[in-house]
């Protein structure tokens, strides 16, 4: 087919994600190279200015497409067994789905879906909120660049624990949950109420967000090219 025509003709092969590293292999006797994706550390970043977090209740944001995938329905279910708002940022074919969804919860107050925001003022969202929470599968992601950016920005995450065979790099970082609405909304609660282990949490995000420099991820790319143009 198509793909394993392109794969075999490439002279390299990077790959985002190590899960997809058995795929090449099952269609190339090319060894990938892998470079994830990067994070421009100049702008995602923590604010200091507390001031931004001026809401009443606490606020977990939530970004990525509204597609299945990113199992944007557990998270609003949760939310029914939750103290807090949620903020979801992203467009899709579920976007009337989720807001029925959030209707017929009587959620409309508390949940609310953002279609599109321009990168460059993302920040200042991630900012706002107390924690990240997105219930994507590990298994077809590993690491959604929106989960970086919060990390980036400092925010404590809970994400879904991966299955076997399959790293995130998050364990011990943030707080891994079961994909259902009543492990997320317990979660997310039990670190809302302990400020300690959200600064705990906090802090381990944004050390590990340093690992996704951009500029890392664009040297070891800039070598990859190098070396194929000196070999030419």
């Known amino acids: 087919n198509i793909e394993s025509y392109v794969l075999n003709a490439a002279d390299e092969i990077i790959i985002v994600y190590k899960i997809i590293e058995s795929y090449v292999k099952k269609h190339t006797n090319s060894e990938p190279i892998l470079i994830p994706n990067g994070v421009d550390l100049s702008r995602f970043k923590p604010n200091t200015d507390h001031t931004q977090k001026n809401q009443a209740n606490s606020l ?3 970004v990525g497409n509204l597609s299945r995938v990113k199992n944007h329905e557990c998270l609003i279910k949760a939310m029914k067994y939750v103290d807090a708002d949620l903020l979801i940022i992203g467009d899709g074919s579920l976007y009337s789905r989720l807001n029925q969804l959030i209707s017929q919860l009587g959620l409309m107050r508390r949940i609310k879906i953002i279609k599109s925001i321009p990168n460059k003022i993302m ?4 900012n706002k909120a107390d924690l990240f929470a997105l219930a994507y599968d590990p298994e077809i992601e590993s690491l959604p660049m929106p989960v970086m950016e919060a990390m980036a920005c400092a925010l404590p995450i ?3 624990k991966a299955g ?5 790099g998050l364990e011990g970082v943030g707080v891994l949950s079961k994909r259902d609405p009543k492990s997320f909304s317990e979660k ?3 670190l809302l109420d302990n400020p300690s282990e959200m600064k705990v949490r906090s802090e381990r995000s944004y050390k590990k967000s340093k690992e ?5 991820t664009q ?3 800039a070598d990859v ?5 000196k070999n030419d």
């Open 188 to 190: 997310i609660s039990r």
């Open 219 to 221: 040297d070891k790319e």
């Open 164 to 168: 076997r065979g399959y790293d995130t």
């Open 212 to 216: 996704f420099d951009i500029r890392n």
């Open 60 to 62: 977990i944001i939530s």
């Open 225 to 229: 090219y190098y070396k194929l143009i």
């Open 158 to 160: 809970i994400v879904p």
């Open 123 to 126: 920040p200042t969202y991630y």
